[in-house]
């Protein structure tokens, strides 16, 4: 798909469906996230993305039904809420964040609600309603960084409003896949370098099943259709450094991976409410 007009944005949408793609309009998406010919931003980010890789003790991929490609010594990192393994239960606080310098912590912060204002800004209605009614509802988990907790207590203000995690990567690519995602994903590739509106393209993302490809620009941000079948290009140039960088919210942040808890006399109600409009 060629957008000549960085500016333009655009949304992919069957009619009586909420939107399946989101590409923010540059110029917004550049003013929300502090990016806009600022270089110190962009260097920032970047650079808080190393340092929780650093903090990384192992390689980590998203789920086992896709395959990741990257370059050597370069990891793709999970960060942020996630199921706990053989046990039930969310863990909120990643222990990467707790070894990484809390102004890095507060860099990646500042992103997420960047990215989470453009999501109230631009996504369907019903789905932001939708996201924030859950949330709500359940008391789900979703981003905090250590620096921001204290005595174990966790103030709304203190962490992300809509996203429990992000996936990050240098040079990566993905074979096609989807994700089991409650909410759309928000893609973004970043570079170590000054983001203007004529910036060159550096990556393409992709929905095969829909013969769509998005070219993206350093800065320029992406929500989509989790469930959808997606992937990202390598890179247009082998010379650049991209970084890759997605805000998720897991099905499973909303159950809370624990189907021993009892519904709530509310949720009880929506419960019966969803079953009867089923029928």
Do not use: W
């Not at 996504?123 to 789900?140: F, G, M, N, P, S």
């Not at 060159?200 to 993302?205: E, M, R, S």
């Not at 499973?252 to 089923?278: A, C, F, H, M, V």
């Amino acid at each position: 798909m060629h957008l000549p007009n960085a500016n333009k944005g655009l949304i992919y949408k069957v009619i009586g469906l909420p939107s399946n793609i989101i590409l923010i309009p540059r110029s917004e998406a550049l003013v929300r996230t502090s990016a806009l010919n600022n270089i110190k931003t962009s260097i920032s980010l970047c650079t808080a993305l190393d340092a929780v890789e650093d903090s990384m003790r192992s390689s980590q991929e998203r789920g086992g039904a896709k395959n990741v490609i990257r370059e050597k010594k370069r990891k793709y990192s999970c960060v942020g809420t996630q199921s706990c393994r053989a046990t039930t239960g969310i863990r909120g606080i990643h222990y990467a964040l707790s070894k990484t310098d809390p102004i890095h912590q507060e860099r990646i912060l500042k992103y997420f609600r960047g990215i989470e204002h453009l999501f109230e800004m631009y996504v369907d209605t019903d789905q932001i309603r939708l996201i924030h009614e859950a949330i709500k509802l359940v008391d789900a988990k979703t981003f905090t960084i250590p620096s921001r907790q204290v005595h174990s207590q966790i103030r709304d203000a203190e962490s992300s409003r809509i996203y429990g995690a992000f996936a990050s990567g240098v040079n990566v690519y993905l074979n096609s896949h989807s994700d089991k995602d409650f909410t759309y994903c928000a893609t973004s590739i970043h570079m170590r370098e000054e983001y203007t509106m004529i910036h060159k393209i550096v990556a393409y993302f992709a929905f095969p099943k829909l013969g769509i490809a998005i070219p993206l620009r350093p800065g320029d941000v992406l929500f989509f259709n989790p469930k959808e079948e997606h992937c990202i290009s390598s890179r247009c140039d082998n010379t650049d450094e991209i970084y890759c960088m997605s805000l998720y919210l897991k099905s499973d942040n909303i159950g809370l991976n624990d189907n021993s808890i009892p519904l709530s006399q509310t949720q009880e109600l929506l419960l019966n409410q969803y079953n009867t409009g089923k029928n």
